[in-house]
Nanobody, 120 residues
Framework: VQLQASGGGLVQAGTPLRLACAVSGSPYATRATAWFRQAPGKQRELVARLTSDGATTYADSVAGHFTISKNIATQTVDLYINGLTPEDTAVYYC???????????????WGQGTLVTVSS
């Protein structure tokens, strides 16, 4: 199971942004997909999570301007960000809680991260 995060870059404050998380390797089942971020000098934090039954969870710091959703057309889990500020500068990672096979245990899988740099 491999994850590929994309969509980061250098953006101006206020510009909307879409990050995409693509999963390859066809996991047997997925419990949830999440986006985390790690800002310079800070710990990695959960920003949004989407479960397989459609429930969403957001960090208080991003609620209202981050949206996580499944993109049926691209088969990715996307993070839509509105109202970017320099405080949103971070490496954004996607994560899934999944079973690789019918007999394996549930594991966390991580992508390599995509850097978002917000200029003021």
């Amino acid at each position: 199971v491999q994850l590929q995060a994309s969509g980061g870059g250098l953006v101006q404050a206020g510009t909307p942004l879409r990050l995409a998380c693509a999963v390859s390797g066809s996991p047997y089942a997925t419990r949830a997909t999440a986006w985390f971020r790690q800002a310079p000098g800070k710990q990695r934090e959960l920003v949004a999570r989407l479960t397989s039954d459609g429930a969403t969870t957001y960090a208080d710091s991003v609620a209202g301007h981050f949206t996580i959703s499944k993109n049926i057309a691209t088969q990715t889990v996307d993070l839509y960000i509105n109202g970017l500020t320099p405080e949103d500068t971070a490496v954004y990672y996607c994560n899934i809680e999944a079973w690789a096979t019918a007999t394996s245990g549930k594991q966390d899988y991580w992508g390599q991260g995509t850097l978002v740099t917000v200029s003021s």
